[in-house]
């Protein structure tokens, strides 16, 4: 029997995390849950070199995606503007995914797994506390709290599997990725929770919102982004030269997600 190839086991994968979690009824009132495609594809190309079966990987894989899936929606409750009722059935969507994720943990017997995805919940919460509470003091203290937000549990499940040579790339790939979905939120439509953050570290006049800032003011935001995305896109070049076993799907994936970034400077250059 041939054993179904990378980009099977993702497609497969992703079909079965969709079944779970696009319940017909929930979709009725709340927006579509989010599957990130570029963790999956993390997650089997991981674990794609480890020995274990493809059931597996599969029941490992669908219950990682299944808790960030919970984490991301109970997240949009708090930054979604929503009557009573679509703000309660997002709770228990996100409950009811948390659900998915400890039955699938349960079956899979793995103890270590449930301990150290335990720990990235836990990270990731008291980040997520830290950030919208807007108790970080500085850049630098923001951006790693961002990371952490955007990394901890795939971080854990790496160390689970004793694969930690993926961290840095894992980390500096996910803030990267979030630094880009911000960027663009600011640029398109003046609106980011990262960049009022840095916005209010920076400049002096916390009132003003991104709106009403200064052509100069939005580029040195942009020029402070630009620098952390830079620096993180250094690190996954390096992951991909030195990172064993890239499959040629996962590394067209980061070249794609690479390719997105537009410095400031060099746009600014170019339209000038």
């Known amino acids: 029997m041939n054993l179904p190839d990378i980009r099977q086991k993702f497609t497969d994968i992703k079909e079965q995390v969709e079944q779970k979690v696009f319940h017909p009824y929930l979709l009725k009132y709340i927006e579509k849950p989010v ?35 919970a984490l991301d929606t109970h997240e949009h409750i708090s930054n979604a503007n929503v009557d009573e009722k679509n703000r309660q059935l997002t709770v228990l969507a996100g409950d009811y995914y948390s659900g998915l994720y400890y039955k699938l943990l349960a079956e899979s017997e793995n103890i270590l797994m449930i301990k150290e995805l335990s720990k990235g919940v836990k990270e990731v919460n008291e980040h997520k506390v830290s950030f919208y509470q807007k108790e970080l003091v500085g850049i630098d203290n923001l951006m790693t709290s961002i990371k952490n ?49 840095i916005k209010d570290i920076t400049l002096p006049n916390k009132h003003l919102t991104l709106k009403q800032l ?15 995305l830079d620096s993180s896109k250094q690190y996954i070049l390096k992951g991909i030269s030195q990172l064993p076993y890239l499959n040629d799907m996962l590394e067209a994936r980061i070249t794609s997600i690479i390719n997105e970034h537009q410095p400031i400077a060099k746009t600014l250059v170019e339209e000038g």
């Open 35 to 69: 599957i990130d495609e570029d963790r999956l594809l993390i997650l089997v190309s991981i674990m794609d070199r480890l020995e274990m079966s493809y059931n597996e990987l599969k029941n490992y894989s669908m219950t990682t995606m299944l808790i960030q899936i």
């Open 149 to 197: 937000i955007e990394s901890s549990l795939l971080v854990k499940f790496s160390e689970c599997f004793k694969v930690e040579l993926w961290n840095e790339f894992i980390v500096n790939l996910f803030f990267f990725k979030r630094l880009l979905s911000e960027k663009k939120l600011f640029m398109e439509a003046g609106n980011s929770h990262v960049f009022e953050y």
């Open 214 to 228: 200064s052509d100069k003011q939005k580029r040195d935001l942009l020029v402070i982004c630009d620098r952390y």
